[in-house]
């Protein structure tokens, strides 16, 4: 969590919610690509504190019918108080077809500007958000035409 930092706060990354919900989803046998979260609500931050570790637990509720939800929830290692939730959201069955093939070139060719990533997080520091090298990418953004493309690449 140290290599994102908001307000100078170690927090841990919205994504890591949808990674936890992917794994547990696997580790019951479920193909997470036969799902799609909606209505994602981050509740509160799980940030560092010099109250200790975090134990978080992740429920998931399989649909039933239209939707099912998932809830991480958190609180201090080895407390036994309440949970303090961090993340929900609806959990459906994803119906929607797979995508076609994108062709690339064609749809830069469509967009009228490009951003490099160390712009938007030359921005993202702007406003005390930090991004260290394995929460980082390198690559561009790509706008035009009410569409976003993103040519992106881990930074190691």
Not at 75 to 99: I, S
Not at 117 to 127: H, I
Request: with cysteine.
């Amino acid at each position: 969590m140290q290599n994102h930092r908001v307000h100078d706060v170690s927090v841990m990354p919205g994504v890591v919610f949808l990674d936890l919900t992917a794994r547990v989803l696997e580790a019951r046998g479920h193909a997470w690509t036969g799902y799609a979260l909606e209505r994602v609500l981050f509740s509160e931050p799980v940030v560092t504190s010099a109250d200790g570790d975090r134990e978080l637990r992740v429920r998931i509720w399989l649909p039933e019918g239209d939707s099912g939800s998932v809830l991480v929830d958190s609180r201090v290692w080895g407390d036994d108080g309440a949970f303090t939730e961090n993340m929900r959201a609806a959990l459906v069955l994803d119906r929607d077809p797979l995508l076609p093939a994108l062709n690339v070139a064609v749809l830069k060719a469509r967009m009228t500007n490009a951003l490099d990533m160390s712009e938007m997080y030359r921005r993202a520091r702007l406003e005390r958000i930090d991004h260290r090298a394995p929460m980082r990418c390198t690559g561009s953004l790509w706008k035009g035409g009410g569409a976003l493309l993103g040519e992106l690449r881990l930074e190691v």
